[in-house]
């Protein structure tokens, strides 16, 4: 997040697009209400009617895979009536014209037959946006997860700068991070081509520094990602895979062929709090510590570095993340010891200017600090660009609408969409333990409009099979209204009936990021007797 | 700022503030019940118990603290005989109406009522009448609504319907029947709830309860702060352990949420102590995983390493770091695959 969640509450507008944020983020959704109980205004546009749409003074039920078209829409209008921030664009930024250029015949009434919404309803939102003095935007994965996610997400930076809303309070473009601690994890060198805090392991410097630091030498070729390591893993490329604490047998795409890939690699390790369905197929499980049982840092959405402290002892022989790890680099030859996370933080910080003031000492004493936080004596940074754009000006790029890598046809009419539930986090792999929340969301379903649902026959409850061109499961149809005609939706987080059989490996040629949000399916009644043996 | 004197002592206070800051500045306690003190912007909204009633020197009424703005000059006096009698006389009169059950009771040693009455040595009410008489309503998976112990701060309206913002509470019925509910008096299970227990956390009664696997008693269990760890947005809480086991969750007032928690924040915990919890590393043996030492789990792992590295190089070696583990886990396993299996094939599912 360019900005802090608590600023939101004094935003004039605020824009949720590609996040269903009263169930994927609560608590800011419940600050986004805040706000409008202090007068802000709602934009929404998602998919589906979600809770914040009762909320919006503009609800834009777009078509998955629309956003870019939309955006472009929303700049067309604001360009064409001269409602863009021009002094800002000025003096904070560059290639305007490439902007103009792209968006200038992308007129509402084009978007609206694309989006599915109404060109009226696409002007109001731009006005909206465009005349608040500080209008923040807030999205997630549905912006994300299509191979033009990156594009989606370029497309809405063009709009927060065309309007001037990068390096103010209560503005920014701010992305809502899945899991608690994925910020951290790429803050952290999580990334194959990156070092802590984005330095690039092709950065010679920098792979000096910590060559120096970890006394060993480094490879500078950047290493594969996720998807690739899962297929290089199937076709034997990869021989040696250690996962720890995730579950891509859940939430992978394609998971026939994560399966598959998993099985053929010669030596897995699985390191988890759980016996996953990925720790099934691992050579080694090592038991892993739950939060509860061990002392570190997250670093939530919004860049904020904040204490885990331990509760209770490990469960049984199960030991903290941090000392398996520092047990296997000493056995690998790497003899330095720790005695404590802090001192793993103090290692952190000597590598990573954005870490550079951050110690647990500071954290103890001000409960949190966010990064960038340079040096010691540093406050931490509630919002970025303040004085100019990180990279100097602000850079406009022309984005085209593209539409997702596949669409509804003959053979798979329908168009499936996936998301979250307020009551279960990614896998379940500790959601599905709590018995009141498997009580309030037991089970995988698919949304289905009650006209689609009557035209294929299906009755609410009933059991359906979907299938697309990567798999297929059973699951239960849930009829509502909340879904349009000829779109359907899935929570991704169960194994049984999973999402992920039917969706789309295609990836963002940039981020790597699968087509989550869309791709084709068929459903049929379970209505022959041999459906039931 | 603003100038005035409580208890005979000179406070200095900023211009908005409220007396019971002003006392606080001062180092002097006033009793609450219904004040929220999280939530600047919403402070004073609520003033229904009068318990923090003090006496301001020129006004013929007591004044409640947590409502009533400071004014330059002001006296005023918190623990005169006719202040602590018109306490006495507010908590006898919410005595009235409430089950003495504390023997029993889960809120025991939390709970704003029974301090308050030990504080001002109150056993039983000199006002007897009828008592409420409510159906006491079990249908949330999470907790409990016992309005007959409802003491009518208002504070878990305040908390649905300002801060969750999900407005499924409302007071209903006027005078000794009305009771915070939602609509219809329906059970909260039909309602919009989205079962976040935001309004749980505040009750300073058991009128809202947590159903709890484990019982405990208030002092029985520890405090230990942390960072909840579900979503991104990084909510600040409590564990309260019993016996080295997690039974209940509390918020803490973070920068990020503000006193709030969401429905798997503030329930979502079992999974910590739960049976199927891994205990022991596990080899597969003859296609089976069986239990090891850890000795036996490093010593396969090393030699697997060392072994792939020799033979085939370090690219034919990779690792999935977690979203889910701590920042110093990540960067311990991102220098593991770097450093000691001498590949840069990290990556994790942030992706999705
Ligand atoms: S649990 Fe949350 S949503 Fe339900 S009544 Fe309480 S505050 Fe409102
Ligand atoms: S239920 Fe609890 S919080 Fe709500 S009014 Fe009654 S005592 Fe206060
Ligand atoms: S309490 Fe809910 S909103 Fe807060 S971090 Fe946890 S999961 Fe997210
Ligand atoms: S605490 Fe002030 S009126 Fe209740």
Request: glycine share 8%.
């Amino acid at each position: 997040m360019t900005n802090s969640i608590a600023e939101v509450v004094n935003s004039d507008v605020v824009f949720i697009t590609g996040s269903n944020t009263t169930a994927g983020h609560p608590v800011i959704g419940a600050r986004i209400r805040q706000a409008k109980q202090k007068g802000a205004k709602i934009i929404v546009a998602e998919p589906r009617v979600i809770d914040l749409s009762s909320d919006a003074d503009v609800f834009l039920q777009i078509m998955p895979g629309t956003n870019v078209a939309l955006y472009n829409a929303m700049m067309n209008v604001i360009i064409s009536e001269g409602l863009q921030n021009s002094a800002y664009i000025e003096e904070r930024t560059e290639k305007y014209d490439d902007l103009v250029a792209a968006v200038s015949s992308f007129t509402p009434e084009k978007a609206a037959e694309i989006c599915g919404v109404s060109a009226d309803d696409i002007r109001a939102a731009a006005r909206l946006y465009a005349k608040a003095a500080k209008a923040s935007i807030f999205y997630s994965m549905g912006v994300t997860q299509h191979t033009t996610g990156t594009e989606g997400v370029m497309s809405l930076s063009n709009l927060t700068l065309l309007c001037g809303n990068i390096g103010i309070e209560s503005g920014g473009i701010n992305p809502l991070r899945g899991q608690n601690n994925v910020q951290g994890a790429c803050d952290m060198g999580g990334l194959p081509g990156d070092l802590t805090g984005y330095q690039k392991v092709a950065n010679p410097d920098a792979l000096a520094k910590f060559e120096k630091a970890w006394g060993v030498k480094l490879s500078d070729k950047p290493g594969v990602t996720l998807t690739e390591i899962v297929h290089k893993a199937g076709h034997g490329d990869i021989k040696f895979l250690y996962i720890m604490g995730e579950n891509p047998m859940v939430s992978d795409p394609d998971l026939n062929h994560v399966e598959e890939a998993l099985k053929n690699t010669e030596f897995l390790v699985v390191q988890d709090i759980f016996l996953t369905e990925t720790a099934r197929l691992a050579d080694v499980v090592l038991p892993a510590a739950s939060f509860a049982e061990k002392e570190g840092t997250f670093s939530n959405t919004e860049r904020r570095v904040q204490r885990v402290r331990k509760a209770i002892e490990p469960i049984g022989n199960a030991k903290a993340d941090w000392v398996i790890l520092m047990d296997i680099l000493n056995r690998l030859g790497i003899e330095k010891q720790y005695s404590h996370p802090s001192e793993i933080m103090a290692e952190i910080a000597s590598l990573t200017p954005s870490y550079g003031g951050i110690t647990y000492e500071r954290l103890d004493q001000l409960g949190s600090l966010q990064w960038p936080c340079p040096t010691t004596d540093h406050p931490g940074t509630t919002y970025l660009h303040k004085a100019a754009i990180a990279r100097g000006k602000g850079l406009f790029k022309g984005i085209e609408y593209k539409p997702s890598n596949e669409l509804p046809d003959q053979e798979y009419p329908f168009l499936l969409t996936t998301g979250r539930v307020l009551y279960h986090y990614h896998t379940r792999t500790m959601t599905g333990k709590v018995d009141g929340l498997n009580a309030l969301s037991p089970e995988s379903f698919i949304e289905i409009n009650p006209t689609t649902a009557k035209e294929l026959g299906v009755n609410d409850g009933a059991k359906v099979r979907v299938s697309s061109r990567r798999g297929e499961i059973a699951t239960v149809a849930k009829l509502t209204r909340t879904i349009k005609q000829g779109v359907v939706f899935m929570p991704f987080h169960f194994s049984e009936g999973a999402a992920n059989m039917l969706t789309n490996p295609a990836l963002d040629p940039i981020s790597k990021i699968p087509e989550y949000k869309v791709c084709a399916v068929r459903i049929e009644p379970f209505d022959r007797v041999s459906d039931y043996v | 700022m603003v100038k005035l004197t409580i208890d005979g002592k000179a406070v200095e206070v900023p211009k908005n503030s409220y007396l019971i800051e002003a006392a606080n500045a001062a180092g002097i306690k006033i009793p609450t019940l219904c004040y929220l003190e999280l939530h600047k912007d919403k402070r004073g909204d609520n003033a229904s118990c009068r318990v923090c009633c003090v006496e301001v020197e020129g006004r013929k009424n007591l004044a409640p603290a947590c409502a009533t703005p400071v004014m330059e000059g002001m006296v005023v006096k918190t623990d005169t005989a006719r202040v602590i009698g018109a306490r006495k006389m507010m908590l006898e009169l919410l005595l009235s109406d409430h089950p003495q059950d504390c023997l029993t009771c889960g809120q025991a040693g939390k709970c704003g009522l029974q301090d308050l009455c030990y504080q001002y040595d109150i056993k039983e009410s000199n006002y007897r009448g009828i008592m409420s008489d409510f159906p006491v309503d079990e249908s949330n998976e999470f907790y409990v609504r016992d309005m007959n112990k409802c003491v009518n701060c208002r504070r878990c309206v305040m908390a649905c319907s300002s801060f969750q913002c999900t407005h499924a509470l409302d007071f209903a019925s006027r005078g000794f029947t009305a009771h915070p509910t939602p609509p219809f008096d329906d059970p909260v299970s039909e309602s919009v709830c989205v079962s976040c227990g935001n309004c749980v956390s505040v009750c300073p009664t058991a009128a809202l309860l947590p159903k709890t696997k484990v019982k405990y008693r208030n002092w029985e269990v520890s405090r230990t702060t942390t960072t909840c760890s579900y979503c991104g947005v990084g909510c600040q809480l409590d564990l309260l352990v019993k016996d080295g086991k997690v039974v209940g969750i509390e918020p803490v007032d973070g920068a990020a949420n503000n006193g709030l928690l969401c429905v798997k924040g503030k329930f979502g915990y079992n999974f910590i102590n739960h049976p199927d919890r891994l205990t022991t590393p596990l080899i597969r043996k003859d296609g089976k995983l069986v239990e090891a030492t850890w000795d036996e789990a490093y010593t396969l792992i090393v030699d697997k390493i060392t072994k792939t590295k020799a033979e085939f190089g370090g690219d034919a070696l990779a690792g999935l770091t977690s979203a889910r583990v701590t920042n110093e886990e990540n960067y311990l396993f991102q220098k593991m695959v770097r450093a000691g299996f001498g590949t840069n094939n990290v990556d994790h599912c942030a992706r999705l």
